[in-house]
């Protein structure tokens, strides 16, 4: 068998469908042979061990994108451990010891409603939408701690183009993967699962928000969101929501996870504001993984110049 080199590999390459097993030992032995060569760096996570889910992946032949955040770049140990990800437990350190045996292999996304041209995605019909960028943005969690994370995607606008949304589309709605079966915890989490989002259709569209397929430079891992996931850098990071199964144009505004469990505290917009407290607790500063002095939160994340006019005229204490 010929080796394919990374930028050769699609993404059932990386998770293939239905030999999972087989495919595994073919990466242990690859781990191997990586770290004989020099893919030391990547053998710990190569090596999760007979019957445990996917495992990230180096990404290849991705464009740097030219707008990036200059803060310094968050340590990648502090990213893929302290989570929200509550169908895997509402402890910060939960999903990434709970989230291991997650398959994410073989993978659906369903684009649906006010479209044309409704489309059944797999992971590889996603990586070919449109080519893959790394930006680094800042992520701030409404918990009012941030990260700043070299993730990988592209624009979701590109998505919807392929879609081709009828008129009467003015929202889309997200919804994760739920099944109790992988997500044994779910039901103690206290909140409804599937978990769901969405976002005005200009929001959308926004070439800021960003359909994510990886980060530092490989797939995505289990805990961040595997294997594709929403970005959204001006809001709170609860609208990021986490392995997509569907996403449904509608005509309006969906319901959204946090807003059902406690509308006084979490709104549809849910943009990063400074000058609007939590009801629990002040956003007008956070705290960054890794450090330890807190530091002003900006408005709009930082993002104000590419995102403030579409909230002109509206009252932002209101549409919090
Ligand atoms: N998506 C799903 N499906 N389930 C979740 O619990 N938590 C959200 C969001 N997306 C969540 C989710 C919250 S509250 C935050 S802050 C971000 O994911 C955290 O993303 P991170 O763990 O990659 O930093």
Request: aromatic fraction near 14%; hydrophobic fraction near 35%; charged fraction near 20%.
């Amino acid at each position: 068998m010929s080796e394919k080199k990374g930028s050769e590999l699609t993404y059932s390459d990386i998770t293939p469908k239905g030999a999972f097993a087989s495919r595994r030992n073919f990466l242990f032995g690859m781990a191997a042979t990586g770290a004989a060569v020099g893919g030391w760096k990547y053998l710990p996570r190569w090596f999760s061990g007979p019957g445990k889910g996917s495992v990230p992946h180096p990404l290849s032949g991705v464009a740097k994108w030219p707008y990036d955040a200059t803060d310094k770049v968050t340590p990648e140990g502090d990213v893929t451990t302290y989570n929200n990800f509550y169908e895997f437990g509402t402890d910060k350190s939960d999903p990434s010891q709970n989230a291991k045996n997650f398959q994410t292999s073989p993978w659906e996304v369903s684009v649906e409603g006010e479209v044309k041209k409704p489309l059944k995605l797999s992971m590889d019909d996603i990586m070919k939408i449109a080519p893959l960028e790394e930006r680094i943005y800042r992520h701030r969690c409404v918990e009012a701690w941030s990260i700043v994370v070299p993730w990988i995607g592209y624009s979701f606008s590109h998505l919807i183009q392929k879609a081709e949304p009828t008129p009467k589309a003015k929202y889309v709605a997200f919804q994760s993967y739920y099944d109790t079966r992988q997500m044994p915890l779910g039901p103690q989490a206290g909140i409804a699962f599937p978990y769901v989002e969405g976002l005005r259709m200009d929001e959308a569209m926004n070439p800021l928000t960003l359909l994510c397929v990886g980060m530092y430079g490989e797939t995505l891992p289990n805990q961040d969101g595997a294997p594709v996931r929403m970005v959204i850098p001006w809001k709170y990071g609860f609208k990021s929501i986490k392995s997509l199964v569907k996403i449904r144009f509608v005509k309006d505004m969906p319901p959204t996870t946090w807003n059902i469990e406690a509308s006084n505290e979490y709104g549809f917009y849910a943009n990063v504001n400074p000058n609007v407290d939590h009801p629990r607790w002040s956003q007008a500063k956070e705290r960054r993984l890794g450090e330890f002095f807190r530091r002003p939160t900006l408005m709009f994340n930082g993002y104000a110049d590419q995102v403030a006019s579409m909230y002109a005229g509206m009252d932002l204490r209101k549409n919090f």
